[in-house]
């Protein structure tokens, strides 16, 4: 038996929330649309027009909403450039996240 | 002369006509109101009508019954509001200048921002309540429906009277429970909040009064799409909820024209400053009603409290002296709970719906967060109050703008 087990059990039992978070920012990564606006904007900040040409989903709406999620869960931020709205990439441990699975698994 | 124009004439805007109408000084000012709309809706009277509780006739009125002579009112839709300019244009061309812009133009529901749920079922089995032609629509498909799985779905928050949602599914329950088919339907409340209200104290009692009326509460519900073919709503995270009959409060959003000027925020929302009601960005705009971005409810009693205090702000700023901060946020709001009886729950940015009583302190006659026949009376004479005294600004008899905290228990 591993000599440590009852210091990780300790460590584990206290650790419930911190998962559920990370569960959660998987959740919301782990859906076609979210995960592309997001590696989008890794690149740089968008209005949603060119996100929408970007991604090419036929759905406009759709984008917006997923947009309001990501922005509710405090993952991008908007704010307003005249007459656009702009969106920004604001959690940077997102930003690594994707960076990392980008690295690992898109790049040729 | 100078013109103060107003943009809508729903609750915010015709309350704001007729209060500058009387204090503004009519020999140097023009008043102008624009709204698109003959008709004035009383919204709130919505939710009666699938239960066939009230009929079109009792909701509707024309705009021009609840304007004084004295205001110009004209119809047509505004195009766009040039603020570099000071002015706005109209479909028609015409083009309106001023010296100070009331923005008023309400939210409504955007069915085209929920995923999915334009595609397959809309007007068949999946229907709204906050629109004439949904309330009408529904009311027709609940007439002769057998029951099943009644789902009632909030998308996203804010929405307007975001208790309405709620007083739905009670009078749903009572509704199936007088045509003698209430074991037969399944009813279940999803929503984006962590329970059935925005503000936990009255949250609590509510989610106590689901559980009491056999109605399943589905919290934390953040939509990703509603599958019309399967007949089921998914969530972000994977979860789902199956629906015979969708009754759907879809994203609220501010209006079009906000968004052409570039005057909103990412659901067409004017930022408001919160205690003056100026727009944040130009200082002769202000915003009152639906339009605003602020953390108060959406609601007619609102934008009453509002009216009283911008009225006397705009005639500060038109004098050059400053503005009364002064919005506190005060809601009160009926919430019908269904079997002649209700509830009436009053609040402001700070202090939570809190027991007491309402609008005498101590002596009532409303019990606030608790369920009494009087608020029901009081929810049914709300209509007659919206149409006598609310819409033509006067004063609710007893009813401040800033909330009393008298009497209650905070
Ligand atoms: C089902 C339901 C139940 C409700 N229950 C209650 C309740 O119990 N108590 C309560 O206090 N409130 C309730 N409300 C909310 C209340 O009706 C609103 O908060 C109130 O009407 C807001 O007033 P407003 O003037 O800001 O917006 P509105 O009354 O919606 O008016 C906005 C006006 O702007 C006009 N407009 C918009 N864009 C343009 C354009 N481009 N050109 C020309 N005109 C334009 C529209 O035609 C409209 O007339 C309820 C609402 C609903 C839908």
Redesign the interface.
């Known amino acids: 038996m591993n000599s440590n087990l009852d210091e990780i059990k300790k460590r584990f039992k206290n650790n419930e929330d911190a998962c559920q978070k990370v569960v959660?920012i998987f959740?919301?990564i782990s859906?076609k649309t979210?995960f592309r606006i997001l590696c989008l904007l890794t690149e740089g900040d968008f209005c949603v027009g060119d996100i929408v040409d970007t991604i090419q989903i036929s759905?406009f709406?759709?984008i917006?909403?997923q947009?309001?999620?990501l922005?509710?869960a405090g993952i991008v931020e908007?704010r307003?450039d005249?007459?656009?709205?702009i969106y920004h990439l604001k959690d940077q441990r997102v930003r690594d996240v994707i960076s990392y699975l980008h690295e690992k698994f898109l790049k040729r | 002369m100078k013109r103060l124009l107003i943009l809508g004439a729903g609750t915010a805007g015709t309350i704001m006509a007729n209060r500058l109408n009387r204090k503004l000084d009519r020999r140097e000012w023009i008043i102008t109101l624009v709204d698109q709309h003959s008709q004035h809706y009383y919204q709130p009277g919505f939710l009666f009508i699938p239960f066939e509780m009230y009929t079109v006739a009792d909701v509707t009125r024309a705009r021009t019954d609840f304007l004084p002579k004295q205001i110009e009112y004209i119809q047509e839709e505004i195009e766009l509001i040039e603020t570099d300019k000071n002015r706005v244009k109209l479909h028609n061309g015409e083009i309106l200048e001023y010296q100070i812009l009331v923005i008023a133009t309400g939210t409504d529901i955007v069915p085209a921002e929920v995923g999915g749920l334009l595609d397959n079922g809309w007007g068949e089995n999946a229907f709204d309540f906050y629109t004439i032609e949904g309330a009408q629509a529904l009311a027709q498909r609940l007439k002769d429906w057998k029951g099943g799985k009644l789902v009632v779905h909030i998308a996203e928050m804010p929405i307007k009277c975001p208790v309405a949602p709620l007083e739905f599914t009670f009078l749903a329950d009572w509704y199936f429970t007088r045509k003698g088919i209430r074991d037969d339907v399944e009813l279940t409340y999803v929503t984006p909040l962590s329970g059935a209200f925005t503000r936990p104290r009255a949250s609590a009692v509510l989610d106590h009064l689901l559980e009491q009326k056999n109605v399943k509460l589905v919290p934390d519900f953040n939509i990703m799409t509603v599958d019309g073919t399967a007949q089921k709503l998914v969530s972000y995270d994977e979860k789902k909820v199956e629906y015979d009959l969708l009754v759907s409060i879809p994203t609220n959003m501010g209006a079009g024209v906000i968004e052409r000027s570039g005057l909103g925020d990412e659901l067409n929302f004017v930022p408001t400053q919160k205690h003056t009601l100026q727009s944040k960005a130009y200082e002769n705009i202000f915003v009152l009603g639906d339009a605003t971005d602020l953390p108060s409810s959406k609601a007619g009693s609102v934008a009453h409290f509002q009216a009283e205090i911008l009225t006397e702000n705009i005639l500060l700023f038109i004098k050059n002296r400053p503005l009364k901060e002064e919005f506190d946020g005060h809601a009160n709001c009926f919430i019908e709970s269904g079997f002649g009886k209700g509830f009436l729950i009053d609040f402001n940015y700070d202090i939570e719906p809190v027991e007491g009583k309402f609008p005498l302190p101590v002596i009532g006659p409303m019990a606030l967060l608790q369920e009494s026949r009087m608020n029901h009376l009081g929810k049914l004479a709300f209509k007659w109050i919206y149409w006598h005294v609310l819409l033509r600004g006067l004063p609710i008899p007893l009813v401040t703008a800033k909330m009393s905290t008298l009497g209650k228990k905070i």
């Open positions: 959660d959740a919301l859906n979210r759905n709406s759709n917006s909403q947009l309001r999620l922005s509710m908007s307003r005249g007459k656009r709205i």
